[in-house]
């Protein structure tokens, strides 16, 4: 199974700064159809899983865009531009590359300074 | 409105059983695979089980093989996860999930205690 690193475990942010997490996978994500199958999702407290980020830098449907993805190969980042209340929770990146046994990384949680 | 809705979670004893549902609404159900994921408490994210849009295909986590069946029922626009033998390390929540993940369920608790 392809194992899914996560840094850092907990990142304090004052509201307005930018918060970035990356994500790490122990093999290369890079599908044989030449596309790269990461997704970044976010937890709330209390809520589900929710899609943010496909395919490494497609933002789902609905999400503001002060969230953004990027990366290749192994190493990937999420950026929140300027964090806001709402956005605090924990975000998980996720391989679907090997899918049906997908993984997931470990979690970063996003906390209000 | 498009969404999963999850129920049959519970109480169960270990060695028992439960049968997990996952009724869908608001989109074309046969057109999509679909995933359990399950979350121990505090913890993160861990697939459990997928299934093709027909339900030809199956997989399954080493961790639940040989315990654990998913189906679906295409007509009742809906995805079951039978739980066999359970264990105390499969206390979770289960969500149900499109194979996009685009689309989550609220999650149901299994709490496996004697």
């Known amino acids: 199974d392809i194992v899914m690193t996560q840094t850092p475990l907990s990142s304090p942010v004052t509201l307005g700064q930018p918060a970035s997490i990356s994500c790490r996978s122990s093999?290369?994500?890079?599908?044989?159809?030449?596309?790269?199958?990461l997704s970044w999702l976010q937890q709330r407290p209390g809520q589900p899983p929710r899609l943010l980020i496909y395919?490494?830098?497609n933002r789902f449907s609905g999400v503001p865009d002060r969230f953004s993805g990027s990366g290749a190969g192994t190493d990937f980042t999420l950026k929140i531009s300027g964090v806001e209340a709402e956005d605090v929770g924990v975000y998980y990146c996720m391989q679907v590359t090997q899918y049906p046994q997908v993984t997931f990384g470990g979690g970063t949680k996003v906390e209000i300074k | 409105e498009v969404q999963l809705v999850e129920s049959g979670g519970g109480l169960v004893q270990p060695g028992g059983s439960l049968r997990l549902s996952c009724a869908a609404s608001g989109f074309i159900f046969s057109n999509y695979a679909l995933y359990w994921v399950r979350q121990a408490p505090g913890k993160g994210l861990q697939y459990v089980s997928a299934i093709s849009s027909n339900g030809d295909s199956t997989y399954y986590a080493n961790s639940v093989k040989g315990r654990f069946t998913i189906s679906r029922d295409n007509s009742k626009n809906t995805l079951y996860l039978q739980m066999g033998s359970l264990r105390a390390e499969d206390m979770a929540v289960y969500y149900c999930?499109?194979?996009?993940?685009?689309?989550w369920g609220k999650g149901t608790t299994v709490t496996v205690s004697s």
């Open positions: 999930a499109t194979a996009a993940s685009d689309v």
């Open positions: 395919k490494v830098s």
């Open positions: 093999q290369s994500l890079v599908h044989s159809d030449g596309n790269t199958y």
